[in-house]
Nanobody, 114 residues
Framework: QVQLVEPGGGLVQPGGSLRLSCAAS????????RGWYCQTPGKQRELFAA???????NSADSVKGRFTISRDNAKNTVYLQMNSLKPEDTAVYYC????????WGQGTQVTVSA
């Protein structure tokens, strides 16, 4: 089994920054991709940033220039640096690990509000 733990999240003012992390542990045999999703009430979980095993990064247009996904392979951890946060970024953020199976973090609430 693989466990993903993602501390962080919280309340931040518009224009502020926040960094999320997602540490993986357990029986990790292969990692194909790691990503970050967000979900708001009544909507499906949406992928907005991913980093493949070879290092290729894909980001949604809505977050390009503001959010950066990165990883530390030695720590099996992926990060999401969020800058210039907007109220519409308010959501529950989930990290994902895609390998032999797909694993999810528990989700963390990010609220952008004055």
């Amino acid at each position: 089994q693989v466990q993903l733990v993602e501390p962080g999240g919280g309340l931040v003012q518009p224009g502020g920054s926040l960094r999320l992390s997602c540490a993986a542990s357990g029986s990790i045999f292969s990692i194909i991709v790691r990503g970050w999703y967000c979900q708001t009430p009544g909507k499906q979980r949406e992928l907005f940033a991913a980093i493949a095993s070879g290092g290729r990064i894909n980001s949604a247009d809505s977050v390009k220039g503001r959010f950066t996904i990165s990883r530390d392979n030695a720590k099996n951890t992926v990060y999401l640096q969020m800058n210039s946060l907007k109220p519409e970024d308010t959501a529950v953020y989930y990290c994902m690990l895609g390998g032999t199976q797909v694993y999810w973090g528990q989700g963390t609430q990010v609220t952008v509000s004055a």
